[in-house]
Nanobody, 124 residues
Framework: QVQLVESGGGSVQAGGSLGLPCAAS????????MAWFRQAPGKEREGVAL????????YYTDSVKGRFTISRDNTENTVALQMNSLKPEDTAIYYC?????????????????WGQGTQVTVSS
Protein backbone atom coordinates (compact mmCIF):
# COMPACT_ATOMS: atom_id res chain seq x y z
CA GLN A 1 0.00 0.00 0.00
CA VAL A 2 1.35 3.39 -0.99
CA GLN A 3 1.72 5.99 1.73
CA LEU A 4 2.88 9.55 1.17
CA VAL A 5 4.00 11.80 4.00
CA GLU A 6 4.85 15.44 3.43
CA SER A 7 6.90 17.62 5.75
CA GLY A 8 8.75 20.91 5.66
CA GLY A 9 5.85 23.34 5.55
CA GLY A 10 5.82 26.52 7.58
CA SER A 11 5.71 30.28 7.48
CA VAL A 12 8.13 32.44 5.53
CA GLN A 13 8.34 36.02 4.33
CA ALA A 14 7.97 36.91 0.69
CA GLY A 15 11.17 36.25 -1.19
CA GLY A 16 12.14 33.41 1.10
CA SER A 17 12.58 29.70 0.44
CA LEU A 18 11.14 26.42 1.70
CA GLY A 19 11.80 22.80 0.85
CA LEU A 20 9.04 20.20 1.00
CA PRO A 21 10.16 16.57 1.16
CA CYS A 22 7.69 13.74 0.59
CA ALA A 23 8.47 10.25 1.87
CA ALA A 24 6.81 7.67 -0.35
CA SER A 25 6.56 4.14 1.04
CA UNK A 26 5.13 1.23 -0.92
CA UNK A 27 5.75 2.96 -4.26
CA UNK A 28 6.45 0.60 -7.15
CA UNK A 29 7.43 1.19 -10.77
CA UNK A 30 3.73 1.37 -11.65
CA UNK A 31 3.56 4.75 -9.91
CA UNK A 32 5.12 6.54 -12.85
CA UNK A 33 3.97 10.04 -11.93
CA MET A 34 4.83 11.96 -8.80
CA ALA A 35 3.45 15.43 -8.32
CA TRP A 36 2.89 18.33 -5.99
CA PHE A 37 -0.50 20.00 -5.85
CA ARG A 38 -1.67 22.91 -3.74
CA GLN A 39 -4.99 24.22 -2.52
CA ALA A 40 -5.55 27.75 -1.28
CA PRO A 41 -8.61 28.69 0.80
CA GLY A 42 -11.69 28.91 -1.39
CA LYS A 43 -9.87 27.64 -4.47
CA GLU A 44 -9.65 24.35 -6.31
CA ARG A 45 -6.66 22.09 -5.92
CA GLU A 46 -4.14 22.83 -8.66
CA GLY A 47 -1.11 21.01 -9.98
CA VAL A 48 2.16 22.80 -9.26
CA ALA A 49 4.84 20.44 -10.54
CA LEU A 50 5.20 16.82 -11.61
CA UNK A 51 8.01 14.43 -12.37
CA UNK A 52 8.24 11.11 -14.16
CA UNK A 53 9.80 8.64 -11.70
CA UNK A 54 11.56 6.80 -14.51
CA UNK A 55 13.01 9.53 -16.75
CA UNK A 56 13.03 12.48 -14.37
CA UNK A 57 11.21 14.67 -16.88
CA UNK A 58 9.39 17.53 -15.21
CA TYR A 59 6.47 19.89 -15.73
CA TYR A 60 5.66 23.12 -13.93
CA THR A 61 2.62 25.30 -13.94
CA ASP A 62 3.40 28.75 -15.34
CA SER A 63 3.09 30.61 -12.05
CA VAL A 64 6.00 28.71 -10.46
CA LYS A 65 8.38 28.26 -13.40
CA GLY A 66 11.87 29.46 -12.56
CA ARG A 67 11.08 29.51 -8.83
CA PHE A 68 10.15 25.91 -7.91
CA THR A 69 12.10 22.73 -8.58
CA ILE A 70 10.75 19.19 -8.24
CA SER A 71 13.16 16.29 -7.81
CA ARG A 72 13.03 12.61 -6.94
CA ASP A 73 15.31 10.01 -5.44
CA ASN A 74 14.05 6.57 -6.42
CA THR A 75 16.55 4.84 -4.14
CA GLU A 76 15.26 6.68 -1.10
CA ASN A 77 11.68 6.84 -2.45
CA THR A 78 11.39 10.54 -1.90
CA VAL A 79 10.06 13.44 -3.93
CA ALA A 80 10.90 17.00 -3.02
CA LEU A 81 9.71 20.45 -3.98
CA GLN A 82 12.19 23.28 -3.53
CA MET A 83 10.43 26.63 -3.49
CA ASN A 84 12.39 29.85 -3.92
CA SER A 85 11.36 33.48 -4.30
CA LEU A 86 8.10 32.71 -2.56
CA LYS A 87 5.14 35.05 -2.98
CA PRO A 88 2.05 35.57 -0.81
CA GLU A 89 -0.02 33.93 -3.56
CA ASP A 90 1.93 30.71 -2.99
CA THR A 91 0.16 30.36 0.36
CA ALA A 92 -1.72 27.05 0.36
CA ILE A 93 -1.77 23.51 1.63
CA TYR A 94 0.69 21.51 -0.46
CA TYR A 95 0.01 17.85 -1.26
CA CYS A 96 2.28 15.13 -2.58
CA UNK A 97 0.60 12.69 -4.97
CA UNK A 98 1.42 9.50 -6.90
CA UNK A 99 -0.25 8.25 -10.06
CA UNK A 100 -0.03 5.29 -12.43
CA UNK A 101 -0.85 6.88 -15.79
CA UNK A 102 1.53 6.35 -18.69
CA UNK A 103 1.33 10.07 -19.44
CA UNK A 104 1.71 12.31 -16.42
CA UNK A 105 -0.56 15.33 -16.23
CA UNK A 106 -1.42 17.76 -13.48
CA UNK A 107 -4.99 16.59 -13.01
CA UNK A 108 -6.16 15.58 -9.56
CA UNK A 109 -8.37 12.82 -10.99
CA UNK A 110 -5.33 11.00 -12.37
CA UNK A 111 -3.58 10.50 -9.05
CA UNK A 112 -4.38 7.47 -6.92
CA UNK A 113 -2.49 8.29 -3.74
CA TRP A 114 -2.27 11.47 -1.70
CA GLY A 115 -0.45 12.70 1.35
CA GLN A 116 -2.14 14.52 4.18
CA GLY A 117 -0.82 17.91 3.11
CA THR A 118 1.46 20.51 4.66
CA GLN A 119 0.68 24.19 5.15
CA VAL A 120 2.83 26.85 3.51
CA THR A 121 2.18 30.47 4.48
CA VAL A 122 3.98 33.36 2.80
CA SER A 123 3.63 36.80 4.35
CA SER A 124 4.24 40.08 2.56
Amino acid sequence: QVQLVESGGGSVQAGGSLGLPCAASGVTDSSRCMAWFRQAPGKEREGVALIYRGTGSTYYTDSVKGRFTISRDNTENTVALQMNSLKPEDTAIYYCAAGTNLICRARTSEYNYWGQGTQVTVSS
